[in-house]
């Protein structure tokens, strides 16, 4: 746990509290930060926890609980703990070294410290490092229905737009005005070629391809659906367990979309 410390041991809860006093310019955002940041601090310190009581029953025999047993075994066989990875979650399916996955943790804790300085410093977010993403999306939606100024509408027609940029995250140096900017989306089932901002046919070789930074909005539909728009599931993870957090809007200039709805084209966070 010395690396998570390094990373995340300054952040206390008064260093916290003061940083989410200062983003103050989004309620949803400042309420949404605060979720993660206790989340991810009771998380850690169950993790510091548990390496303790493993600590003393090597000096000291004892009895524990069966949760402790279970991540002391799991450790012991070389394996991720499963009761950790409740905690936490993990940024890839199936993670198979301890050692990479506290890595994987550490580069969450580090965005999440980051995140804490606001949009304005971190203008492009990496949607795989919250805990509950659809909460993420749920601040955009917020701030639309906030922001929108077209008087009396029925708001449960609001719905999420996208727009797959060809930028990647460290091109990004601005927030949008509307929305958000995410990373960390991947394409299964297809390529994406940069240079044209489309998606292509995959090469054999390949399994899945990371997709540029994403601009997220929210509003009404659109009425110029066309059969060339594909309208891509997102999942949490890659075993698309529950219904999809959102759909990108996927555009090819004389590309019928049922081809890509045939090959099951889906995306996922993790």
Request: proline share 5%.
């Amino acid at each position: 746990s010395s690396g998570i410390n390094a990373e995340y041991g300054d952040c206390s809860q008064d260093y916290v509290t003061e940083r989410l006093k200062k983003l103050g310019s989004s309620v949803p955002f400042t309420y949404l930060m605060n979720n993660e940041m206790t989340a991810m601090q009771a998380a850690l310190e169950e993790i510091r926890s548990t390496l303790l009581a493993i600590k003393n029953s090597v000096e000291q025999p004892t009895i524990h609980s069966p949760v402790v047993v279970s991540v002391a075994h799991d450790l012991l066989f070389g394996r991720v703990p499963r009761y950790w990875q409740s905690l936490v979650g993990s940024l890839t399916p199936n993670p198979t070294s301890t050692l990479a996955w506290v890595g994987d943790v550490v580069q969450r804790c580090s965005h999440l410290e980051r995140a804490l300085q606001g949009r304005e410093r971190v203008p492009c977010l990496w949607i795989s490092v919250f805990s509950d993403p659809e909460a993420l999306l749920g601040t955009v939606m917020h701030e639309a229905v906030q922001s929108f100024d077209g008087g009396a509408q029925n708001f449960e027609e609001f719905n999420f737009q996208t727009e797959i940029t060809n930028r990647d995250k460290d091109h990004i140096r601005e927030a949008p005005h509307e929305g958000m900017f995410l990373y960390g989306i991947y394409l299964y089932g297809a390529s994406w070629e940069r240079t044209i901002n489309e998606m292509q046919d995959m090469s054999p070789k390949c399994k899945f391809a990371q997709l540029p930074v994403v601009h997220v909005t929210a509003g009404f539909s659109q009425t110029d659906r066309t059969h060339c728009l594909f309208q891509c599931p997102v999942y949490n993870t890659r075993t698309m367990d529950g219904a999809p957090l959102f759909s990108l809007d996927i555009f090819n200039e004389n590309v019928h979309n049922s081809k890509w709805a045939l090959r099951g084209l889906c995306c996922s966070l993790r």
